[in-house]
Structures are given as structure tokens and as C-alpha cells.
């Protein structure tokens, strides 16, 4: 009884065996995570669109909420960028930006995410997300990065600046060049200077002088708060908000509050669409970050109860004044290498965080939004790679053509339009690869009992005899291409009696695939062919003897292609592959 409520309650699994030595690895990583992810969460939440609480709060409950259902143990649950875009462009046209129906929308897209998230895990459908492609989806990630770090770009200048592409945001802001700040732009190109010095030079410096390497880690995460604190002290003691520099302002000091998501027919409908494209953007990455620090530990990851631990995250942010989540990149692998052992490092992170919306929240009342925009940056920069580009264009044409296409269109025409389009992209991608399967004729290699490809290596064929091996499951997408394919071969070959098709790399044989091969064996047999199969796995051969395919076929079943071979060749000779 205990197992079956583990797996669905990961806590009481882990929370077994749980250790003193644990609970030391686990806070000091929540201690260095939390450093982060206060200003982190604070800047999420305006990129968002929300108030820079609305961040925090998104980072308590949840976080909680995936220790006890999620399985992985390093996963760090909270906004991240991509989704906090993705958030403020669905809400954004349902709801203008800073009123009570802006913020309750975005409840309302985190119930929606949460539900469907939470429905996908309980149906077991974590297999969908195989349907993005890695290259799509870094090519997404790639252009949302840089849609973000143009879009934080008014908050580095001072400016008033709109727009949902590339091409609205640059314009925007050349029609603005005239009234940058240079208050703003001072701190703010000082800022995201000091936080890129940060991540590439200051543990290398501090490893010099001496600093251990652990507290040289904790000093370079905690870098964000230096800047937040060098920034927040100089305008308040310039004076600079009373000359118009733009701030953060007042922030609740408050634990996370019971909020009720807006339920109206209209507002489900509208974001719904959005609420589905956040989800599956949302767990792609979490599950991609799960799955790699569980590797790195011979751990295991379950993605249909990740669905549900992430769903239930989100269904907590709805109801606690936050927005929607998901597992964030860079958080996880900063708990990760900072030692943490299990999702109680998260719940500790939580505690943390709430302490600091308690407590810490005045101090934030002359933090330049320009300090923020340079945390977005920076964080978002690093998940630009233009080389994913330059390594699918040697790799596969298609590959490129669909990550070129996704980054064009996210740039383009906007985040939803290049996340629609990637989804679409990887599933049209799969059916093209497939609709032409990889088919080779395979002769015996001599003294063996092996068969391969008559073009690559040198082997025994017989003119009599035509043996095919197909590399891909038959369905509806490629059965034709199969058919045209081997009526080809026929035509003109007066010579040829038999044909075999070597099954070995065949999972699956649908209803449209069956009715093909039905039409392949009439026709050979009205030409006088014997048309057979070899090497067929044991659950097709299970569906094949549900038809009455096997009674009419016009050939045999062998259990091997050397006994085909053996059975109908009769005249074989060597041929090279040079030929």
C-alpha cells in the first residue's frame, strides 16, 4: 500500500531514508538558491507584466507543492523567462497591463496550465512531448531569448517602448531614442556589465585570492543581490526616483495571499490555447533539466508524475497570487551543483523566499527597474545559441529548415505564433522522415548467415530473388511509398519469382499498412511472384494472425532471412558493392 502511495506522492519515498547529512546538503542549497532567486523572481514577475510580488509568490507555494509530488531531486520550480513572455503576451490580450483583470488572468492561465499539466500526468500522456523536436525547441528558446533581452531593452534606456516582435520592439524604441534617461541608462549598462563580469570572471578571481571553492560559488551567485544592492542604495541616496528614474515601488510585505482565478466562459476560452502552448513549452524544458541532473546521479525521472508534480505547482500558483511556472534551467542546475539531495531543498527554498517577502520587501523600494532589465539579460542571454543553426544545417537539411523556421517566426510574428509553429514544425518533421522510409535490398554476406545492403557491402544475391529490408514501422504515412516502391522493382524484371521483406526493424503494422500489403500480394500474385516475410516481431506477427492476411498470402512466413535464402535462392552469385 506504502509503494503505491509513493508513486504517487514522491515525498514518501525519498522521505524515508532522509539523513542529517541530507537536511545540511539541502539548506545550504536552499540558502544559495534563495540569493538568487530574489531578485530573479522580482524581475520574472515585471517582464510578465505583473507586480514584482507576484514573482515571489510564484516561487513559495509551488516550490512546495513539486517537493512533495515531483521526482526529481535537484528540479528548481519557479517563473522563467520563456514562460513569463508567454504569459505576458496571452494575458496581455485579454486584459491591459496593471489592472486587477491583467492579474487575475493570469491566475486564471496558471489554473488552466496547472489542469492541464495535472490531467496529461493522471492520463499518463508525458509521451506527447517526444513530438517537439530538440532542434525546434532550442531554436524557440533561441529567439524567445532574444525577443526578451530587446523587450528589457526600455527599462536599460528609460524609455516608453511596445511591441510583441523584433521588428515593433526595435522600431519602438528608435522612435524613442530621443528620450532616453541617462540616469537610467548609466545604471543600467553599468549593471548588466557588472552581472556579465560576474558570471564569466569573478569565482576565476576569487579562486586567486584564496576564497574556497564553494564560497567563490556562493559569491558569484549572490552577485545579482550586490547589484540590486549597490543600485537600490545609489537611488536612494541621489535622489535619483525624485528626478523621474524609474523604480520598483512599494511591494506588499506579506506572505503569498488565497487568491480566486476569474472563471468566466470567455476568459477559459481565450486562454486556453495559450494555457496549452505555456504547458507543453513548460514541461519540455523542466523535463529536459529533470532528466539530465537525474543522469548525472543514476537517478530516475518519471515524466508522467512530473506532469502531475508540475500541475500541481501551477494549480498552487493560481490560488497563492503567482502565475504560471515551471522548472527553470538555470535555478535547478545552481540547486543541483550547490549540493542539494532532495526536493526538500526547494520547500527550504520557499521558506526562504516567504522570510523574504516578510521581511525584505522595503528594501526593494528604490530598486531601478533598469537593475532588473540587466537581470533578464544576462539570465536570458544565455540560453541564445545560434549554433544549433550551423550544427543542423551539416547534420539534416529538414532539421535546419524547421529550427530556421521557428526562429524567424518567434521573431517575426510573436511567441505564440513560433511556438504553434514548432510544435506543428516537429510533427511535420516526423511525418516527412518517416513517409519515406530508409529501404535496402540485402544480399548474404559470404560465409555468414548475415544479410546487408547490397550497395555497401559485398554479398550473394540471386537474380530470382528480391529481398527488402524496410528500417521504420509501416503505417498510413509511408505504406504507399513501400508499394510504389516494390511495383517499381517488379516492372521489367522478367527474371524475378520471389520477394521477401525483411521485417527485422518492423514494431508496427497499421490498418491502412495491412490493406498496402493485401494490395502487394494480389498484385504479385497475378504476375506469378511469391511474396513473403521474414524476421516479423512477435507482437505484429500477433496482430498479422487476427486478419486473413497470413491465410491469403502469397508466399510464406520465415523465422529467419538466412532461411528464406536457403529456402528460395537457387542460383546465387557474388556481387561487389563496387558495382
Known sequence: MMQRFARYLPVLDWGRTYSREALSNDLIAAVIV???????????????????????????????????????????VGPVAVVSLMTAVAVGQV??????????????????????????GVF?????????????????????????????????????AEG???????????????????????????????????????????RKLGLSPRLADVATKAGPVAAVAVTTLAVWGLGLADRGLAIVGEVPQSLP????????????????????????????????????????KRQRIDPNQELIGLGAANLGAAFTGGYPVTGGFARSVVNFDAGAETPAAGAYTAIGLAIAAVALTPLVYYLPRATLAATIIVAVLSLV?????????????????????TILLTLGLGVEVGVSAGVLLSIALHLYKTSRPHVAEVGL????????????????????????????????????????????????????????????????????????????????????IGFHLSEVKGPVMDRLKTTHF??????????????????????????????
Not at 559470404?446 to 514501422?473: A, C, K, M, Y
Open 385 to 405: 545559441d545560434f549554433s544549433i543553426l550551423k550544427k543542423t544545417w551539416a547534420y539534416s537539411k529538414a532539421d535546419f529548415f524547421a529550427v530556421s523556421a
Open 124 to 160: 499518463r500522456l508525458g509521451f506527447l512531448a517526444n513530438f517537439l523536436s530538440h532542434p525546434v525547441i532550442a531554436g524557440f528558446i533561441t529567439a524567445s531569448g532574444v525577443l526578451i533581452a530587446a523587450s528589457q531593452l526600455k527599462h536599460i534606456l528609460g524609455v516608453d
Open 550 to 579: 497470413l491465410d491469403e498470402l502469397n508466399g510464406q512466413v520465415f523465422l529467419s532471412q538466412y532461411d528464406a535464402w536457403r529456402c528460395l535462392a537457387t542460383n546465387p552469385a557474388v556481387r561487389n558493392a563496387a558495382e
Open 445 to 528: 554476406v559470404p560465409g555468414t548467415q548475415h544479410f546487408r545492403n547490397i550497395h555497401r557491402h559485398r554479398v550473394e544475391t540471386d537474380e530470382r530473388l528480391l529481398t527488402l529490408r524496410v528500417d521504420e514501422s509501416l503505417y498510413f504515412v509511408n505504406a504507399r511509398f513501400l508499394e510504389e516502391m516494390i511495383l517499381n522493382r517488379v516492372a521489367g524484371n522478367e527474371a524475378l519469382r520471389h520477394i521477401v521483406l525483411m521485417c527485422s526493424a518492423v514494431n508496427e503494422i497499421d490498418y491502412s499498412a495491412l490493406e498496402r500489403l493485401e494490395g502487394i500480394n494480389r498484385r504479385l500474385g497475378e504476375l506469378g
Open 164 to 206: 510583441h516582435t523584433l521588428v515593433e520592439i526595435v522600431l519602438s524604441l528608435g522612435r524613442h531614442l530621443g528620450d532616453i534617461d541617462p540616469a537610467t541608462l548609466a545604471i543600467g549598462v553599468a549593471a548588466t556589465a557588472f552581472l556579465f563580469w560576474v558570471r564569466k570572471g569573478l569565482k576565476p578571481l576569487l
Open 257 to 296: 495571499p488565497l487568491t480566486m482565478p476569474a472563471l468566466t466562459t470567455d476568459l477559459l476560452g481565450a486562454l486556453f490555447v495559450p494555457a496549452l502552448l505555456i504547458s507543453i513549452i513548460g514541461f519540455v524544458e523542466s523535463i529536459s533539466v529533470a532528466q539530465t541532473l537525474a543522469a548525472k
Open 95 to 120: 486584459a491591459e497591463q496593471g489592472t486587477m483583470g491583467y492579474a487575475a488572468a493570469a491566475l486564471t492561465l496558471a489554473l488552466l496550465s496547472g489542469a492541464i499539466l495535472a490531467l496529461m
Open 34 to 76: 534563495t540569493i538568487m532567486l530574489i531578485p530573479q523572481s522580482l524581475a520574472y514577475a515585471l517582464l510578465a507584466g505583473l507586480p514584482p510580488e507576484a514573482g515571489i509568490y510564484a516561487s513559495i507555494v509551488p516550490i512546495i507543492l513539486y517537493a512533495i509530488f515531483g521526482t526529481s531531486r535537484a528540479l528548481a
